[in-house]
């Protein structure tokens, strides 16, 4: 297993690779695809270890065939409440079910789920085609139907033409290929999935997260996907779900998530480059809240408020780097401001800008003719605004 989760003691037997090899408690299912479709459900899972708080009330439902991307920063307890759903801990408290059975107190191997870690060790003795039929034999499914879930698996997966080679004649990508065929071929209610791609350089990753979304989409069964690359997070969920502390702040489509973060934290992790996040004051202009920066006054007609505005409150000004830009219809000026660096991404071009105290990121164009220590005539789009509490950084 890649992370130890022993400062407690594990569950007996667990550990993925072990995990994967027994199983004997999982009948064949020769009705691959045609079984009813499983939910997941993390009802208030608690766990710590020793004095650190790991896991601290998380809730989670995952509908059959859906994909949670479990985002979060080092150490926030994303492979803890991975653990938990897999059976890899014991928990302090909560409950785990799957298509409504309360699996909470069953050992791994009883709970039909596929666990997919980084650099899951494959056995080095066998072919790959073993490796994925290997658990299959174990838990006696008879040899034509293995066969056959390993060719459909092997298709799916594009490694037909390496079948018969050894992990060590296998590069990363096609042996995190196996390692996802091998997890397939089980016919899991639940994949759970930690990292299995950070290993992987960044082209790599992109066709597998393809692949990744392609097999899922065929099987049906439920995912949980636990990745620190919030672009791999937004790319593969269905939704998402971002952790901080033991945790869960937020849980909406990636759209939803980016578009209207619920807290500055969230607005501060979701998207590249970082939400600019800048103090500001709440005040009203002719009875239409506005807010006020330094010598601007920039209007906030459409804003979906949370909670009335109040004038005089301090607030965080949140705003992505795709809305701020040179100046076109319906933005709003927020004045010249001075550039301090540019990067060229390929498509565009991000600029640090100086404003007023505060330093600011720009998408601006491809090539955008100007250079570092130039004034640039600045505009938002204040309809895609984002406001917070400074205090309790939620969203107002
Ligand atoms: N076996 C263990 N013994 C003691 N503390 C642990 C153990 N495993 C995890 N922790 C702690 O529990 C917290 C959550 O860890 P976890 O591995 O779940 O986080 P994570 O979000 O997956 O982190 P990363 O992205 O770095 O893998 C961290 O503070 C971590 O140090």
């Not at 479990?70 to 890899?88: E, H, I, N, Q």
């Not at 014991?90 to 039909?112: A, F, K, M, Q, Y």
């Not at 660096?341 to 498509?347: D, K, N, R, V, Y």
């Amino acid at each position: 297993m890649q992370r130890q989760h022993g400062g407690r003691a594990p569950r007996r037997g667990a550990g993925a690779p072990r995990l994967l090899a027994r199983g004997t408690l999982v009948r064949a299912r020769p009705d691959l695809g045609r079984r009813p479709v499983k939910d997941l459900s993390l009802a208030d899972l608690r766990l710590a270890y020793g004095s650190v708080t790991a896991l601290d009330g998380v809730s989670l439902e995952i509908a059959p065939g859906e994909l949670v991307a479990l985002v979060g920063p080092s150490g926030c307890g994303k492979s803890s409440l991975l653990a938990a759903a897999a059976g890899l801990v014991d928990l302090d408290g909560g409950r785990v079910s799957i298509g409504g059975r309360d699996v909470t107190g069953l050992e791994p191997g009883e709970r039909n789920v596929s666990v997919v870690f980084q650099g899951l060790a494959l056995y080095p003795t066998m072919s790959a085609a073993r490796n994925v039929t290997f658990g299959m034999r174990m838990r006696g499914v008879p040899r034509a139907e293995a066969q056959a879930r390993l060719i459909e698996a092997a298709r799916l997966l594009r490694i037909e033409d390496i079948l018969d080679r050894r992990p060590a004649q296998l590069s990363g990508g096609q042996r995190q290929r196996v390692a996802i065929a091998r997890a397939l071929v089980r016919d899991p209610d639940a994949f759970l999935f930690d990292e299995p791609l950070s290993s992987l350089d960044a082209a790599l990753r992109a066709d597998l997260r393809d692949e990744i979304r392609r097999v899922h989409a065929r099987t049906q069964a439920c995912a949980l996907y636990v990745t620190h690359d919030q672009a791999e997070a937004m790319a593969l969920g269905d939704r998402l779900a971002v952790m901080r502390a033991g945790r869960i702040l937020q849980v909406g489509t990636p759209r939803e998530v980016y578009n209207r973060p619920q807290t500055a934290f969230v607005a501060g992790f979701v998207g590249a480059p970082r939400m600019n996040l800048v103090p500001a004051r709440l005040v009203a202009e002719a009875g239409v809240p506005a807010l006020e920066l330094g010598d601007h006054r920039l209007p906030l007609p459409g804003y979906a408020w949370s909670e009335p505005p109040e004038p005089g409150r301090p607030v965080v000004l949140g705003l992505r780097a795709e809305d701020i830009g040179r100046p076109r219809l319906g933005s709003h000026s927020l004045g010249a401001m001075r550039v301090v660096s540019l990067e060229p991404t390929g498509a565009d071009t991000l600029a640090r800008l100086a404003w007023g105290e505060a330093a600011i990121v720009a998408r601006l164009e491809r090539d955008p003719g100007v250079g570092a220590g130039d004034l640039v005539e600045i505009a938002a789009d204040l309809s895609r605004a984002s406001l917070f509490c400074p205090r309790t950084e939620r969203r107002l």
